[in-house]
């Protein structure tokens, strides 16, 4: 879907909130954290429900990846100390043979259902949401840095938790707000 979506408003410059930390951990250390999921592998090559979002955690975020496919003009603005702090816990503690024995042995949803659910709530919730977290100040300061060059169509690419906020704090720059899935 974030390819079409590209492919159709075809911006001059993207933004991402991921960090470029974030990239870099996965890119150095997805392999080691891959296979500790290993001993929790079916016949088949499956892995509990429980362990498929663990795994998706581990490979490069699909927004980074798409657009470093698609175009050479973006930034990756998500916080890299923030990163470093969750993805240290991520490894030592959700990472840890402990833990994922444990979940191993928990009944959740499949991650396919878990993403529906998600984007259940954001169509119903995306537009209520209001600013506040510094970390949406925080791009915000960075986004509006880049519309100051004139000429220059921007997308940024965000959870959906952060479009209204960064809506909100951009409002003078009457920005327009779309969901992933108005692509589909």
């Known amino acids: ?21 974030a ?3 996965r890119q150095s250390r997805g392999g080691e954290l891959a296979a500790r999921l290993a001993a929790f592998r079916r016949a088949d090559g499956t892995l509990p429900a429980s362990l498929e979002a663990v795994e998706a955690q581990i490979a490069v975020p699909f927004e980074a990846q798409t657009v470093a496919e ?21 490894e030592k503690e959700l990472m840890s043979p402990e833990n994922l024995a444990y979940l191993s042995t928990e009944s959740f949803p499949s991650l396919p259902v878990q993403v529906g659910r998600q984007w259940e709530k954001a169509r ?20 509006r840095r880049l519309l100051m060059q004139p000429g220059e169509s921007l997308c940024h690419i965000t959870g959906w938790e952060h479009v209204a906020p960064l809506a909100e704090l951009l409002a003078d720059h009457s920005p327009t707000l779309r969901l992933l899935d108005e692509f589909a």
């Open 1 to 21: 879907m974030l390819k079409r979506a590209l492919d159709q408003i075809r911006p001059a410059y993207i933004t991402v909130d991921v960090s470029s930390y």
């Open 70 to 90: 698609w175009c050479s003009a973006y930034e990756l603005v998500g916080d890299n100390d923030d990163s470093r702090s969750r993805l240290e816990m991520f």
């Open 23 to 25: 990239v870099e951990f």
């Open 124 to 143: 119903v919730s995306w537009r209520q949401l209001r600013a506040g977290a510094p970390c949406d100040e925080r791009i915000a300061g960075i986004i």
